[in-house]
């Protein structure tokens, strides 16, 4: 557990020093927000029925854009080497690397979302869901985020690749975090789409770490 | 592990390992190939006959029912091949079967062509039945997605460039892809039906035989095509292999003999093998 906390520990820290990817992914996930509306037209309504869409599409891409910065640098100057023979399963070190990648790339987007959904002229309810459903949901992109990364961390141009294989599997987290907008009002209000995306992201934590550590065991053979 | 020892020190024990072996496989696969091209030719060209003068056209749909005899076969095949791509993806991850990786490269661009087959023809087939290319129906989607996702597998060995270490990495990724298609496809379907009630329904479900037939012998038909394709596919790929370690060996061995170093090769490594 010790050690779990440490690797999290470290990459807090060298996201603090190094921190420009999170607030370039920051700026992105503003920008898309505001990019969307001058494209759709300053329409109060159609913006506010897009808005959980259009706040979602932004969460999505600006998700991929960090990937790299998982494992790479790690890979380079071998610290995922000795990780593999440390008092610590690779798994362990998969999952603690997924919950800082979550803390660094999720967490700042969740917390700059208010500032969108005034721009989009969202209704509180809505706006509230779409909150939960971040929160609910951002952990599952989190760990197929981590996976598309270990499986391209020996790959020059990995960064390109990964968001192919990313994206089909995080349709699923899109629908649901979307549809989970609806949950507090509205005449189709239900938490099963909340329901929904908790299970996926319960699903994507506790197996993406087993298949990260088998692709980055591969990876460093 | 290389692609070209069949020297009998090296000769695998069980018979299992034994004709899955590569240079073994090559052996016995060769034998393989012509009969199984003419019984393909043969299933297509009776069950072409069939679907084209041998079946009645639809009472609803019309001629255009003759789509489906090569839609169906198609979709099917979709899904299959991921299933072969995720068997030999288990065989190359527990048994580290060079011949596991192989067959779950040749799968993948296959896999890719029958999709997007699929998609096409049932465009094709939409427009006259359905009034529309394309609808967000929930069948339709996670094909597109499956097409997708085949896409990015093909990619990802392109990006490969020493494809026995990218194939263990390969297989994570196409068993994880597998665990989530049943989830891809489940909440595509849930979100369809938010949206609206599915009308349309293909392949009711009551068939007459007169359409039945034709349909099982061009699903026969396209799957024989299918293995086909992969076996022609398995072997180029362990030649291609092969090639390639021995033309590494050729430049390590005339490089060590006019006295050059090894590290003056792009790839370094230079023990000639696949490792």
Do not use: C
């Not at chain 2, 090639?243 to 590494?248: C, D, F, I, T, V």
């Amino acid at each position: 557990m010790r050690a779990f906390l440490i690797v999290i520990g470290r990459d807090l820290q060298l996201a603090v020093k190094n921190g420009g990817t999170t607030v370039t992914q920051l700026i992105f996930y503003l920008s898309i927000g505001v990019i969307m509306p001058i494209a759709i037209g300053p329409d109060k309504q159609v913006l506010a029925s897009l808005a959980p869409a259009i706040i979602w599409t932004a969460a999505l891409l600006s998700s991929l854009l960090g990937l790299e910065r998982i494992f790479v640098g790690d890979h380079e100057d071998g610290t995922l080497l000795s990780m593999g023979h440390a008092n610590i399963s690779m798994a362990a070190v998969s999952l603690a690397k997924i919950v800082s990648h979550w803390m660094i790339s999720a967490m700042p987007l969740i917390f700059a979302t208010p500032l969108l959904a005034v721009m989009l002229f969202m209704e509180m309810p809505e706006f509230l869901a779409t909150m939960l459903a971040l929160l609910l949901g951002t952990p599952a992109l989190a760990a197929l985020g981590a996976l598309g990364a270990a499986v391209s961390v020996t790959l020059k141009r990995g960064g390109v690749v990964a968001p192919i294989l990313i994206l089909p599997l995080a349709i699923p987290v899109l629908i649901f975090g979307v549809s989970g907008a609806n949950s507090f009002a509205g005449p189709s209000a239900s938490g099963s789409a909340m329901l929904f995306l908790g299970a996926i992201s319960l699903l994507a934590v506790a197996f993406a770490p087993f298949a990260i550590s088998l692709a980055l065991r591969a990876a460093e053979e | 592990m290389s692609m070209d020892n069949t020297s009998p020190v090296n000769r695998p024990r069980n018979w299992f390992s034994a004709l899955a072996h590569p240079g073994i496989f090559l052996g016995w696969s060769r034998h393989f190939i012509r009969p199984l091209i003419f019984l393909t030719a043969v299933t297509f060209v009776i069950g072409l006959w069939f679907s084209f003068f041998n079946s009645p056209p639809d009472y609803q749909m019309g001629e255009t029912v003759r789509i489906m005899y090569i839609h169906v076969p198609t979709a099917w095949l979709s899904q299959m091949i991921y299933s072969i791509m995720a068997i030999s993806a288990i065989g190359s991850l527990v048994w580290r079967h060079p011949l596991a990786d192989v067959a779950m490269k040749a799968a993948a661009p296959l896999g890719a062509a029958f999709t997007a087959m699929a998609l096409f023809t049932g465009a094709l087939w939409g427009r006259p039945t359905w009034g529309t290319y394309w609808e967000w129906d929930g069948r339709m989607t996670s094909t597109l997605v499956l097409f997708l996702m085949y896409l990015g597998l093909v990619a990802l060995w392109n990006t490969f460039s020493e494809q026995s270490r990218g194939a263990r990495i390969i297989a994570v990724f196409t068993l994880v892809g597998a665990i989530n298609i049943p989830i891809i496809k489940f909440s595509v379907e849930w979100w369809n039906a938010l949206h609206q009630p599915s009308i349309i329904k293909a392949d009711g479900l009551s068939m007459p035989a007169s359409i039945y037939t034709p349909l099982l012998i061009m699903t026969l038909a396209f799957t024989l095509l299918f293995f086909v394709l992969h076996l022609v596919n398995i072997r180029s790929e362990i030649f291609r292999r092969r090639a390639n370690s021995l033309e590494r060996r050729h430049v390590m061995e005339s490089g060590s003999e006019s006295g050059h170093g090894a590290g003056e090769w792009p790839d370094g490594n230079g023990n000639g093998r696949e490792t």
